[in-house]
């Protein structure tokens, strides 16, 4: 049985969201609070599995909370309850080393809390599975002094598929901000997360990193030097004139971006020029994208246990055969440059 304790100033959001975690048989909610310096107070007597926080709530908030839990000396996996207007808090709290997020329902509680449930408990069943690692610390990053950044890029750059799920933003910010200004290759990114949030999250990596991050859209152009973030709630694949094409097909595996779409589309149609990347993630997505980038003679890169804070993506693509390295996530953008640097 997976222990949870749900922080909501709203006991009516208290109530939704036991309601919710309990329809799952092996999910039981232990202990609820209404702050968060009363979830600090239970727990010194109560040890549960995996917490939901509540972002914004008086006296102490989600995110003051969140340091507390992180600086325990087994911090509890946690999982962050966000409104539409606390993106750049929930980016934050990811930051500190937050599990994941869900949005809140939006307008009535009924009009999305079929979709929202599901995601949760499949959240806190990955989150409850993690196994114990030292806290990624994300230091200061200068990108990597390489020839690369002198040389102009030609007209058949290499392009990065990059695919990422929970704990994915925390590793994307040990990636991207490695890889130098004026990078002879295209990068693409999907992440998964909720309409709303990936511009922001987009905003967030342009800042720290050398080369430009934008959230996709419709028409955008692969070009050297520029990462495209699959905007949330679209899947994003890449036509034959290397332009994005976006959708609201249904769900795959659960999710809209998919991974797969992403790394089967550019694989189609840009053959080996394409070098596929699967980090921490639960789920399998991904697995099916690597083979088609493999079948069409790309190389593929998975992260390493040892670093990825969810293994199921990167388990699911090792199971598949459908990768050519493993490494730990510190050596990913070292391998990603190097083998950028022999294409060029």
Not at 163 to 173: N, Q, R, V
Not at 208 to 226: C, F, N, Q, R, W
Request: glycine content about 6%; charged content about 25%; overall charge positive.
């Amino acid at each position: 049985m997976i222990k949870v304790m749900v922080v909501d100033d709203s006991l009516f959001m208290r109530q939704i969201f036991k309601n919710t975690i309990e329809e799952s048989d092996d999910l039981k909610v232990i202990a609820t609070a209404s702050n968060g310096a009363k979830a600090l107070k239970k727990l010194e007597d109560i040890k549960p599995d995996v917490i939901t926080m509540d972002v914004e709530m008086p006296e102490k908030n989600g995110l003051e909370t969140l340091r507390e839990i992180m600086k325990l000396k087994h911090p509890i996996p946690t999982i962050m309850i966000s409104a539409m207007d606390d993106r750049e808090t929930v980016m934050k709290a990811l930051e500190l080393g937050a599990f994941d997020f869900i949005p809140k329902p939006d307008g009535s509680v009924s009009m999305n809390i079929d979709d929202i449930t599901k995601s949760l408990i499949l959240k806190i069943k990955a989150a409850a599975r993690m196994e114990p690692k030292d806290p990624l610390k994300i230091k200061p990053i200068t990108p990597y002094k390489s020839k690369i950044s002198r040389k102009k890029p030609k007209k058949n750059f290499p392009i990065i598929a990059i695919g990422t799920s929970s704990g994915g933003p925390k590793a994307l910010k040990a990636v991207l901000p490695v890889i130098p200004a004026g990078f002879p290759a295209a990068l693409l990114i999907v992440q998964h997360m909720p309409a709303g949030f990936t511009t922001s999250f987009a905003n967030r990596l342009n800042q720290e990193s050398a080369i430009t991050v934008k959230e996709a859209a419709e028409g955008d152009t692969m070009t050297p030097g520029l990462a495209l973030l699959a905007p949330g709630n679209y899947h994003m694949q890449i036509n034959k004139q290397g332009k994005v094409v976006l959708n609201q097909w249904a769900t795959k595996w659960g999710v809209r971006p998919c991974v797969d779409y992403m790394m089967t589309s550019t694989s189609r149609h840009f053959k080996d020029r394409v070098i596929g990347v699967i980090l921490t993630g639960m789920g399998s997505d991904g697995a099916e994208g690597m083979k088609n980038i493999k079948k069409n003679n790309g190389f593929g890169i998975v992260e390493d246990r040892s670093t990825a804070l969810v293994y199921g993506m990167p388990g699911s693509t090792i199971k598949a055969n459908a990768y050519d390295e493993i490494l730990p996530l510190h050596q990913i953008p070292f391998k990603i440059i190097e083998l950028v640097e022999r294409r060029i």
